[in-house]
């Protein structure tokens, strides 16, 4: 707020906006395509599959899964996007100013493929913590709730939130490096060295990154922790 004032807190919100709507669309569309899909195929069964059965967990995550993965490779452009409006603040760029203008600095400078970068590791991250939730909140369900007291069957509603936040935990890698290869050498001072090293691939990223020690950067709203590699120059400053 001291350098942009309170416009400087909703650097990328257009293009955000854009990816949360389409994406919406999208995503209620393919799953209703799915599901139609699946009662047609079931019209001729008598028997229905009960809705707690691991069979119907994993179809309807398996679903899920379509409808998420269709989302985010439509609206992944308008992610990238995002990115990059909000990275400009290190280096007090203004290349990506709007979201039509900043579709057509991309394809100019990065051509098609650089509307998806990133756009891998996001997608496994995604595809690896919806089937963590579901999994984990059935066999909570299943076998920690299903035979206890009748109050702890209240507990069955929260079940998916507390999977979900622990699944999040566990992919967030994935998101870390996502969001480093949607602006790495994208021409921004936040995307280049000094700031940040030119990765050739998400692999070679993620296992800088690893020896780094670095997996869990950012991890934390409140509990910051200097980088490591960063934390050598400090020391080393404060030594001299």
Not at 100 to 110: A, D, M, N, Q
Request: aromatic share 10%.
């Amino acid at each position: 707020m001291k350098i942009d004032g309170r416009a400087g807190l909703f650097k990328g919100l257009a293009p955000r906006l854009c990816s949360g709507a389409i994406g919406t669309i999208v995503h209620s569309k393919v799953l209703q395509r799915c599901q139609e899909a699946d009662e047609v195929e079931e019209a001729g069964n008598s028997c229905k599959e009960s809705g707690s059965s691991l069979e119907q967990v994993i179809k309807e995550t398996s679903q899920e899964m379509i409808a998420r993965s269709a989302a985010t490779l439509v609206t992944h452009p308008f992610h990238v996007i995002t990115l990059r409006c909000m990275v400009q603040f290190i280096g007090r760029e203004t290349k990506y100013s709007g979201v039509l203008s900043s579709f057509v600095t991309i394809y100019r400078e990065e051509g098609i493929l650089g509307f998806f970068a990133g756009l891998i590791p996001r997608l496994l991250g995604d595809i690896l913590s919806l089937w963590l939730c579901n999994m984990l909140a059935y066999l909570i369900n299943t076998y920690a709730l299903e035979n206890g007291v009748s109050t702890m069957s209240e507990m069955k509603s929260y079940s998916q939130a507390v999977t979900g936040f622990f699944a999040s935990m566990l992919t967030y890698p994935f998101v870390l490096v996502s969001n480093l290869m949607a602006i790495n050498s994208c021409g921004l001072a936040g995307g280049l060295p000094r700031y940040a090293p030119a990765y050739s691939s998400w692999l070679h990223c993620w296992s800088q990154l690893q020896e780094e020690g670095n997996m869990s950067r950012g991890n934390s709203l409140f509990f910051r922790k200097v980088p490591a590699g960063k934390r050598y120059v400090w020391e080393e400053k404060r030594f001299h």
